[in-house]
């Protein structure tokens, strides 16, 4: 409450200042620049209320930062800059208006750099701010007072310089000269210091550019004044002045629209924590951040608990983008989303925090979510692997077999027979013709039991046919598409329906038909003699598909299976 | 008979060129990979080439392809595949790509001479061949009540052999049946099983597999 108390006082002191200074410019407005008409008058005042006004409503929202002071403390060096007028009458005042002079520009620039955390980073910006403060307020405005009296060196009208050292009339004029070309010097590093941080910081790009814009015309009004070698308030730098009030208006509108901008960010953040909390929609958060950040590429990203790896809302693998800027939100000192966003796009640290702790339960619960997809991800895709693996290794077992050792045994069978040809046929060989011959073809159905050789070859079709020769029950197959799927899909049907075929006891039904990315295979029969429903359960959830076993009116069985395949 | 031989098992080939040397058969070349059966052929014109279904590269249905080029570069030259697959399919494919002189076996019948004379016999006369035990295996196949429950034993006897491959003279051969009596058995299959009548042989081999693989 005391520091509502102190800026209402300053705000007040405030008013007060600018329309005494309006009365002091007035006085004599042949001195003044506010003071030649009813307009500059009125820009003066606006000019310099709106940079304190918008000073002290920063300090309310933001009391740490010493942006809001040294806004304020630019508004009132604005009114000061009038002071110098020889019409006030009084001492005090033109000897403040003599120091002061030129002291809103390096104040100014100092705020709008220091926008809007109130620290100057950098040693380009301190140094110009040091030279800015170094020339506006020594070379342009102490030092000469120090060293002359106008007063007493011909100005009849003035009042006396209070701090008037020695009369050195022209030591006086060379450092005024001097700190003219100087002011364009530091004003104009100021101006292109600010534009080149306009690409940087987002947030703080419109201030900037004001900013930039003002020192550059404070720049312009030293330039006008090198012939001369003091500022005075001629056609041109009348116009200039102008340029001046507008565009330190402009700096003082631009940190009010930021930061009503970020009380709109502040009260989505609110919004958002309700509507999180109703139902959490995964990727939700992202959009509700980037509307905050004003970037629509923002991504977040979690990191899994046990490990270092990233993942987005969907449980999905993330790997950092080089080259863009990643912030990290920390809670109870453990990193719970990464944010990868343009530069400068969540500058604001205040802003930040709040949308951090705003949004820590909708953050935790989407971590949490995206931990278990993940979780998910990973179980699933270990099972499609095992399935993988087994069905590898059928096929090789099923080759192995065929071009091994069927292959061998047909060998065998040929070499016996050219033995008997040779030996006249005893009865003894015979017989081990026959035995081989029983085992090549007990071998042939083993091979042709462990994987149907059609399936790899040429596809469900072609495999389920083959299986409709080898049932022991009819296999009715109904508009089996021709279309060739992947391997695993393909096996995982064939699965399904050779499943049932073994354990069916009548004649079984095989439909297959694909809808919207999906091959589903229905598979009809009557009273199945122990269906092994959890195997196939196994092979179809490998794939993200579904196994639905549904019995009908005469026991009749469907067993559908819906395989993603798209 | 002049025969290239085309395996790439080395034992398997060699062996059979010998059983078939031995049963009197001319072999006139061997090959271990499709293009060199495709060279033998070109320079040697044979009678007939013995081709493996599975050979290299890919040891799945080279020896289906190299047939049909066969086939088509030239005609006057019989193809016999063997191949360890008892599904009807590959049979069934063989016998659509290419009209008539050729023939599927079973792997295993190469020790079997008769067998494999016999087929090769046909072949080189212009018939089709489908191994018995395949052919077997879709008659016995389990299925819904229909024409086939309707077929007397000997008629299904007949229809098999007609799946295999034979003529109506073969037929008459095999079973020791009159010309006339064969003609009968075969009008009266045709008739239940729904087939058009067609006096095309190679057409009613193609439609009685067709009509016994269930498609």
């Known amino acids: 409450m005391a520091r509502k108390g102190t800026l209402a006082v300053i705000s007040a002191c405030g008013i007060a200042l600018g329309l005494f200074s309006l009365q002091v410019a007035r006085s004599d407005p042949s001195y003044s620049f506010a003071g030649t008409s009813a307009a500059a008058g009125l820009a003066f005042l606006v000019a310099g209320w709106a940079l304190i006004a918008c000073g002290v409503g920063f300090t309310l929202v933001r009391p740490a930062s010493r942006f809001g002071p040294l806004l304020a403390a630019s508004g009132g060096a604005w009114f000061v800059s009038e002071w110098g007028n020889p019409g006030s009458g009084s001492a005090v005042v033109f000897t403040i208006g003599l120091c002061l002079s030129s002291a809103c520009p390096p104040l100014a620039g100092h705020a709008v750099l220091a926008f809007p955390a109130g620290t100057v980073s950098g040693w380009a910006e301190r140094a110009t701010l040091a030279a800015a403060y170094a020339g506006g307020v020594l070379m342009v405005g102490v030092l000469p007072a120090l060293l002359v009296d106008p007063s007493a060196a011909g100005c009849n009208d003035c009042p006396q310089n209070l701090v008037a050292l020695a009369d050195r009339g022209r030591l006086a004029d060379d450092v005024t000269r001097v700190g003219v070309y100087f002011g364009f010097a530091w004003s104009a590093a100021l101006a292109l210091l600010m534009l080149a941080r306009v690409g940087r910081a987002r947030a703080a790009r419109t201030v ?359 | 008979m002049r025969v290239v031989i085309a395996d790439d098992e080395t034992l398997l080939r060699e062996g059979l060129a010998r059983l078939l040397a031995d049963a009197g058969v001319d072999v006139v070349g061997t090959a271990g990979t499709a293009e060199e059966l495709l060279r033998r052929v070109a320079l040697t014109r044979p009678d007939l080439a013995i081709v493996d279904i599975r050979m290299p590269p890919t040891h799945t249905d080279e020896g289906l392809v190299a047939a049909q080029e066969i086939r088509r570069s030239h005609p006057s030259v019989g193809v016999l595949i063997l191949s360890h697959y008892v599904e009807s399919r590959y049979a069934m494919r063989l016998l659509e790509e290419n009209d008539e002189r050729s023939g599927y076996l079973l792997k295993e019948r190469v020790s079997d001479v008769a067998v494999l004379l016999d087929a090769l016999q046909r072949i080189d006369e212009g018939e089709c061949v489908v191994d018995p035990t395949i052919v077997s295996r879709l008659v016995r196949k389990p299925r819904d009540h229909g024409p086939l429950d309707e077929l007397t034993d000997r008629e299904l006897e007949v229809l098999g052999l007609m799946a295999e491959g034979h003529s109506n003279d073969g037929i008459c051969r095999k079973l020791v049946l009159s010309p006339k009596t064969v003609e009968t058995h075969v009008r009266h299959i045709l008739l239940k099983l729904g087939i058009g009548e067609t006096g095309e042989y190679h057409r009613r081999v193609l439609a009685v597999l067709a009509y016994l693989r269930g498609r």
């Open chain 1, 208 to 566: 900037l550019l004001a900013g930039s814009g003002y020192t550059a015309v404070v720049a312009a009004m030293f330039a006008a004044s090198f012939d001369r070698g003091f500022l005075w308030n001629g056609t041109l730098e009348r116009r200039l002045w102008w340029a001046e009030a507008v565009l330190l208006v402009a700096v003082a509108s631009s940190v009010a629209w930021s930061w009503l901008r970020a009380r709109r960010a502040r009260s989505t953040v609110a919004r958002l924590v309700v509507e999180l909390a109703e139902s959490p929609p995964p990727g939700g958060l992202r959009d509700v951040l980037a509307g905050i950040a004003g970037d629509p590429r923002l991504t977040i990203a979690y990191p899994l608990a046990d490990s270092a790896r990233l993942v987005d809302a969907e449980g999905r693998n993330v790997d950092p983008t080089p080259g863009v800027t990643r912030t990290t939100l920390v809670q109870n000192g453990r990193p719970v989303a990464v944010l990868e966003h343009a530069r400068g796009a969540l500058a604001d640290e205040q802003l930040l925090q709040e949308v951090s702790a705003a949004a820590q339960l909708a953050i935790e619960n989407e971590r949490l979510q995206a931990e278990v997809r993940s979780r998910l991800d990973e179980l699933r895709a270990s099972r499609s692997r095992i399935v993988e693996a087994g069905d590898a290794e059928r096929k090789r077992l099923e080759r192995d077999l065929h071009d091994g050792a069927q292959q061998r045994l047909v060998g065998l069978s040929l070499s016996l027979r050219l033995a008997r040809t040779r030996l006249g046929s005893p009865d003894a060989l015979d017989e081990a013709d026959a035995e081989l011959r029983g085992a090549i073809a007990d071998l042939r159905e083993l091979a042709h039991g462990i994987f149907p050789v059609a399936l790899a070859d040429e596809g469900l079709a072609a495999a389920l046919e083959a299986l409709a020769e080898d049932a022991r029950v009819a296999v009715r197959l109904v508009d089996v598409p021709e279309d060739r799927y992947a391997p695993g899909v393909e096996s995982a049907a064939y699965a399904v329906a050779a499943e049932v075929a073994r354990s069916a006891t009548s004649v079984v039904e095989v439909r297959a038909e694909q809808i919207n990315g999906k091959l589903v295979v229905n598979v009809r029969t009557r009273s199945p003699d122990g269906l092994d429903v959890v195997a196939l359960e196994d092979r179809v959830g490998a794939l993200d598909g579904r196994l639905l076993v549904s019995r009908d009116v005469g026991d009749e069985t469907t067993i559908r299976a819906e395989l993603p395949c798209a």
